[in-house]
């Protein structure tokens, strides 16, 4: 079965370091991969995702994620960390084109100034 | 904003009772998802819907239903509530038909169950 791992439950950094939040995954074929943000409150805002092609994908705000097949891993960063930035992350992998969504359990980021 | 709506917002019920939370479209997506969210868990897929009056069982599916009787709704059912259903359920929605960069669900704004 499909699994999806996020070692870090918490994660604090100081404004303006780099960030890199850790995923893991279990699945048999290509996977469709999700990075997500939820702000407190909120419902979760799609900041990049990975279907084929260039491994290394862009997303909002500045964040990016390497998909790496060797490693099962797809790894979400961000040079420059702002206070804004500060939320719950999930990575998640889908399977048959993206249908029915496993997540991980997400990485609380905190943000100091 | 992918046009998705949750009714009600915050609901605090009683053990034993029935509840109906209701994800609401505008845009005629095929697919529609319910998931539930809890610390440590992430999110977990309770059923998902891929057109009218056709739905399919998720991970987490017992003790709810779901029914879909026009496109733009989709609605979750507990039959009878209990306190381990506590949780912030999400309604999803998918555009496209498969593959492609279509391929994302989009989520609401969440439903905060509370089962006393």
């Known amino acids: 079965a499909q699994s999806v791992t996020q070692p870090d439950i918490h994660i604090t950094v100081s404004e303006g370091a780099s960030l890199e939040l850790r995923c893991n995954y279990s699945y048999g074929a290509t996977p469709y991969l999700f990075w997500y943000v939820q702000s407190p409150g909120q419902g979760l805002q799609l900041l990049l995702k990975?279907?084929?092609?260039?491994?290394l994908v862009q997303g909002i705000k500045g964040f990016e994620a390497e998909f790496k097949r060797s490693q099962s891993s797809y790894n979400l960063r961000k040079p420059s960390v702002h206070w804004s930035d500060a939320a719950e992350y999930f990575c998640?992998?889908?399977?048959?084109?993206?249908?029915?969504?496993?997540f991980g359990a997400g990485t609380i980021l905190r943000v100091k100034s | 904003d992918a046009g998705i709506t949750q009714s009600p917002r915050h609901k605090v019920t009683e053990t034993g009772t029935p509840v109906t939370l209701r994800c609401h479209q505008t845009?005629?997506?095929?697919?529609m998802y319910w998931y539930r969210q809890d610390p440590g868990h992430g999110l977990r897929l309770i059923h998902y819907?891929?057109?009218?009056?056709?739905?399919d069982k998720g991970e987490v599916s017992d003790g709810y239903s779901v029914s879909r009787s026009k496109t733009e709704d989709f609605l979750l059912t507990l039959e009878s509530a209990t306190s381990s259903q506590t949780s912030v359920y999400f309604c999803?929605?998918?555009?496209?038909?498969?593959?492609?960069?279509?391929?994302?669900?989009?989520f609401g704004p969440g439903t905060r169950l509370t089962v006393l």
């Open positions: 990975y279907f084929s092609g260039d491994t």
């Open positions: 999803a929605i998918r555009p496209g038909l498969a593959g492609g960069s279509t391929d994302t669900q989009y």
């Open positions: 998640a992998v889908g399977r048959e084109y993206g249908n029915k969504l496993v």
């Open positions: 819907s891929y057109g009218v009056k056709d739905t």
């Open positions: 845009e005629n997506h095929r697919y």
